[in-house]
Structures are given as structure tokens and as C-alpha cells.
């Protein structure tokens, strides 16, 4: 007998994070991975030391290898322009649905949305209504350090852009 059968727990992205209303976060099992970690460390604030303590009550996964692959390439196929953090939260939810979990998973972002509608992973929008918005997300290219508005890749680099989290004063 599987205990975990159908057990709701929920993924968050960073997205989550970006449009946070109260600094909390579901009650029962959360999980997030070390890719989303990372996109939240990069931002810089006062109020980044409240999001590390929300970290801390999360359980932090890195999803297989492979089944991060699946989730790639069904983005490919849909043509949809995730970032890898993306694609890890996604491809956790993916695994514990597999292990017999029920995820849901927490976003806002329009990308992991479709991804997880075609893979049959719930989710579940942050309605952003009465929410104040503490951070803003940043393209930026790792190479030349600039920022760009509705970019995948550096015109004078080529390199493909980052996103991080920039908290609002
Ligand atoms: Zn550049």
C-alpha cells in the first residue's frame, strides 16, 4: 500500500515568489527546486532574507535528468520559452505525479502553465488581484550584463538571456 497515493502537494516556481502577497506559503507539502533557489539568491533586498526563511520550510529537489528531457522537449514541441528553472519545476511535479502524489503547482507564469495542462499537472494561478508585487523579473545576458525587454538572446552576444527576480523597494 502506497501512502503517498494521491497525497496533494504542492511545486512552486519563482513565480510564486515574485507576486507573494504575505510572505507565506500553502500549508501541507511544498516543494521547489535548487534551480528555483538559485534564480530567487541572485535577487537583491532587504526583503530577501524573508523569502530564504520561507525556503527553509520547503523541500528543496533536484527532478531526474530525464525527466527534465521530457519536459524539454514537449516545451520544444509546444514552442513555448521557459528557463531551466522552469523546466525543473515542472519536471518535479511530473515526478511526483509518477510517484502517486497529487501536485499542483503554484505560478504565475503563462509558460509553465500550458506545459503543465498538456503534461496533466494541475495548477494552480496566483491571482495577482490583491496582491502587492514585491519583486520584478529581469532579463539580462550573463555575458555583457545588459537588460532587455521581450528577448530570448543578446543581440550583441548572441548568448541566450537569464531571467532573475529584482525586488521592489
Ligand atoms: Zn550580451
Same mark, same amino acid.
Given at each position: 500500500? &502506497?501512502? &503517498?497515493?494521491?497525497?496533494?502537494?504542492?511545486?512552486?516556481?519563482? *513565480?510564486?515568489?515574485? $507576486?507573494?502577497?504575505?510572505?507565506?506559503? !500553502?500549508?501541507?507539502?511544498?516543494? @521547489? @527546486?535548487?534551480?528555483?533557489?538559485?534564480? =530567487?539568491?541572485?535577487?537583491?533586498?532587504?526583503?530577501?532574507?524573508?523569502?530564504?526563511?520561507?525556503?527553509?520550510?520547503?523541500?528543496?529537489?533536484? %527532478?531526474?535528468?530525464?525527466?527534465?528531457?521530457?519536459?524539454?522537449?514537449?516545451?520544444?514541441?509546444?514552442n513555448?520559452?521557459? *528557463? #531551466?528553472?522552469d523546466? *525543473?519545476?515542472?519536471?518535479?511535479?511530473?515526478?511526483?505525479?509518477?510517484?502517486?502524489?497529487s !501536485?499542483i503547482i503554484?505560478?504565475?507564469d503563462?509558460g509553465?502553465? *500550458?506545459?503543465?495542462?498538456?503534461?496533466?499537472?494541475?495548477? $494552480? !494561478?496566483?491571482?495577482?488581484? &490583491?496582491?502587492?508585487?514585491?519583486?520584478?523579473?529581469?532579463?539580462?545576458?550573463?555575458?555583457?550584463?545588459?537588460?532587455?525587454?521581450?528577448? @530570448?538572446?543578446? %543581440?550583441?552576444?548572441?548568448? #541566450? =538571456?537569464? #531571467?532573475? =527576480?529584482?525586488?521592489?523597494?
Amino acid at each position: 500500500m &502506497n501512502l &503517498n497515493k494521491g497525497k496533494v502537494v504542492y511545486v512552486l516556481d519563482a *513565480s510564486f515568489f515574485i $507576486n507573494l502577497p504575505a510572505l507565506q506559503i !500553502p500549508e501541507g507539502e511544498c516543494y @521547489t @527546486t535548487p534551480l528555483v533557489v538559485d534564480e =530567487l539568491k541572485d535577487s537583491r533586498s532587504s526583503l530577501l532574507e524573508e523569502v530564504m526563511s520561507l525556503l527553509r520550510a520547503l523541500k528543496i529537489m533536484s %527532478p531526474s535528468k530525464d525527466t527534465c528531457k521530457r519536459v524539454e522537449v514537449v516545451s520544444r514541441r509546444m514552442n513555448l520559452d521557459v *528557463s #531551466r528553472a522552469d523546466i *525543473s519545476v515542472l519536471a518535479l511535479a511530473l515526478m511526483l505525479k509518477e510517484e502517486g502524489k497529487s !501536485p499542483i503547482i503554484l505560478s504565475d507564469d503563462y509558460g509553465i502553465m *500550458s506545459i503543465a495542462e498538456a503534461l496533466e499537472i494541475k495548477f $494552480n !494561478p496566483i491571482t495577482t488581484r &490583491n496582491f502587492k508585487r514585491i519583486h520584478k523579473v529581469i532579463t539580462y545576458c550573463p555575458v555583457c550584463g545588459r537588460t532587455f525587454k521581450r528577448k @530570448t538572446i543578446c %543581440p550583441i552576444c548572441g548568448v #541566450r =538571456l537569464r #531571467r532573475k =527576480l529584482k525586488l521592489l523597494k
